[in-house]
C-alpha cells in the first residue's frame, strides 16, 4: 500500500497570503495525483488531477505540482472560502489511498 | 447536472448488516467506475470500494474486504453496498463517488454525494 504523508496538519495563515501545502508518497506515483477541498458538514469537491490539472471551475489561485514522490498543491493569495481541509490521494497502485489531510486556518 | 444521493445510513448493533444505496442521475450511468469512501467522525478520507461501469469487477479495501459487497444496478442507476459483520471502527460517513472519467476504475473522484452516517454501536 503507498501511504501518503501530507504536511503540515495544520497550516495558519492570513487572507491574501499565499499557502503552500505538501503531499509526500512511499513510493514512485508518477503524476497519479489528486487533490479535494473539504469545508465542514460537506462532501469533498476535486481541485486538481493529474497532479497539476485544475478540475472544470477551480479558480486559477490554485495550482499543483510535482511528479513521483513530492507534490505540492499552492493557493496564490488565500480568500475566506479557501479556509477548509484539503486531502491529497493517489490512484497509481490499488488501494487508492489519501492522506492524512491539511487543515487551512485563518 | 450529476447527482449523487446516498441513503440506508443509521444506528446499528456490531455484528448487524446494513445496506447502503446511492442513487445516481445527469451522466451516465453505466459508463463510470463508482465507489465508495468514508470517514470517521474527525478524522481523513478511506477508500472502500469501487465497482467497473458494467459490474463484473469489484475492489475493496483490506479492512473492508469479505465483509462489505458493492454492486450496481444499470437499470436503476444505482449504486449499493452492503456492510456485513459491522465494527465500532466501520463508523463513518460513507460517501459515494462517481469516477471523474469514463471507462476504467482507479482514477480520481468527482462528484461526491453528500454522505450517510453509518454508526456502530450496541
Known amino acids: 500500500e503507498i501511504v501518503m504523508t501530507q504536511s503540515p496538519a495544520t497550516l495558519s495563515v492570513s487572507p491574501g497570503e499565499r499557502a503552500t501545502l505538501s503531499c509526500r508518497a512511499s513510493q514512485s506515483i508518477a503524476g497519479s495525483l489528486a487533490w479535494y477541498q473539504q469545508k465542514p458538514g460537506q462532501a469533498p469537491r476535486l481541485l486538481i488531477f493529474?497532479?497539476?490539472t485544475r478540475a472544470t471551475g477551480v479558480p486559477a489561485r490554485f495550482s499543483g505540482s510535482g511528479s513521483g514522490t513530492e507534490f505540492t498543491l499552492t493557493i496564490s493569495s488565500l480568500q475566506s472560502d479557501d479556509f477548509a481541509v484539503y486531502y491529497c490521494?493517489?490512484?497509481?497502485?490499488?488501494?487508492?489511498?489519501f492522506g492524512g489531510g491539511t487543515r487551512m486556518e485563518i | 447536472e450529476v447527482q449523487l444521493l446516498e441513503s440506508g445510513g443509521g444506528l446499528v448493533q456490531p455484528g448487524k448488516s446494513l445496506r447502503l444505496s446511492c442513487a445516481a442521475s445527469?451522466?451516465?450511468?453505466?459508463?463510470?467506475?463508482l465507489s465508495w469512501i468514508r470517514q470517521a467522525p474527525g478524522k481523513g478520507l478511506e477508500w472502500v470500494s469501487t465497482?467497473?461501469?458494467?459490474?463484473?469487477?469489484?475492489y475493496y479495501a483490506d479492512s473492508v474486504k469479505g465483509r462489505f459487497i458493492i454492486s450496481r444496478d444499470n437499470f436503476k442507476n444505482t449504486l449499493y453496498l452492503d456492510l456485513n459483520g459491522l465494527r465500532a471502527d466501520d463508523t463513518a460517513v460513507y460517501y459515494c463517488?462517481?469516477?471523474?472519467?469514463?471507462?476504467?476504475?482507479?482514477?480520481?473522484?468527482?462528484?461526491w454525494g453528500q454522505g450517510t452516517l453509518v454508526t456502530v454501536s450496541s
Open positions: 465497482v467497473t461501469p458494467g459490474g463484473g469487477s469489484t
Open positions: 493529474a497532479a497539476s
Open positions: 463517488a462517481k469516477e471523474f472519467v469514463s471507462g476504467s476504475p482507479g482514477g480520481w473522484f468527482g462528484p
Open positions: 490521494q493517489q490512484y497509481s497502485i490499488w488501494p487508492l489511498t
Open positions: 445527469g451522466f451516465t450511468f453505466p459508463s463510470y467506475a
